[in-house]
């Protein structure tokens, strides 16, 4: 168990709703990674946040949003879905603010289905 | 954008034995790390490495900045070690900015009891 929780494990939708992935870390760490794993696109880097400011944005689409509450939990906002967008996401959290240089720790992943 | 090829794309080995798994990477690059994904699907960061070589138990790596690869051993193989390992590169030279963490497509190890 690496202390990061992800709600909920699977979300079947259907195309064009919206839906919200949320994130606890790790007790005392203040980064927050969202990533997606998909058959097309393979394993991406989406979007960190650090202590409640965006730190780092990756592939993230203009239909995702993310943000980092006060209390450091973060939620992944997917909106007008498509059937590309089924994929496995992982949140991962870790220390400080050096991003990639630090270790990260992933929590189980949420399954989205878009039907 | 930077490219990152993994090889061998799958291997299956006997319980015991030694592997090598490579990373070439298309530019030079100032974060690289390792990742494996076991079976039921989590992701654990092994290495943050871009370059020298490091060692955790029976994993070590190694990165080769100036020739773009790096290698991660396995040695003395058990059934755990099965799952995909990943490696991922990026070239920011601070933790800001949009450069994209890339990653391999991965190396699927499977190891026989």
């Known amino acids: 168990d690496s202390g990061v929780t992800q709600t909920p494990k699977h979300l079947i939708t259907a195309t064009g709703q919206r839906v919200t992935l949320r994130c606890s870390p790790r007790s005392g760490d203040l980064s927050v990674y969202w990533y997606q794993q998909s058959l097309d696109q393979g394993l991406q880097f989406l979007i960190q946040?650090?202590?409640?400011?965006?730190?780092a944005k990756g592939n993230i689409l203009e239909r995702f949003s993310a943000q980092q509450f006060p209390d450091l939990h973060s939620e992944l906002n997917l909106s007008s879905l498509e059937l590309g967008d089924s994929a496995l996401y992982f949140c991962a959290s870790s220390v400080g603010g050096q991003g990639f240089q630090e270790t990260q720790y992933f929590g189980p992943g949420t399954r989205l289905l878009v039907l | 954008g930077i490219q990152v090829e993994q090889s061998p794309p799958d291997l299956i080995l006997q319980e015991g034995a030694n592997s090598t798994l490579r990373c070439n990477f298309s530019d030079s690059v100032n974060n690289l790390q390792w990742f494996h994904q076991n079976p039921w699907g989590q992701l654990i960061n092994l290495f943050y490495i871009p370059s020298g070589t490091k060692q955790n138990g029976r994993l070590s790596a190694t990165t080769v900045a100036t020739e773009r690869y790096s290698l991660l051993y396995i040695s003395s193989s058990q059934t755990t070690d099965s799952g995909v390992y990943f490696c991922?590169?990026?070239?920011?030279?601070?933790?800001?900015?949009?450069?994209?963490?890339?990653f391999g497509t991965g190396t699927r190890l499977t190891i026989i009891p």
């Open positions: 946040y650090y202590n409640g400011e965006e730190r």
């Open positions: 991922a590169v990026d070239r920011r030279r601070s933790n800001f900015g949009n450069e994209k963490l890339t």
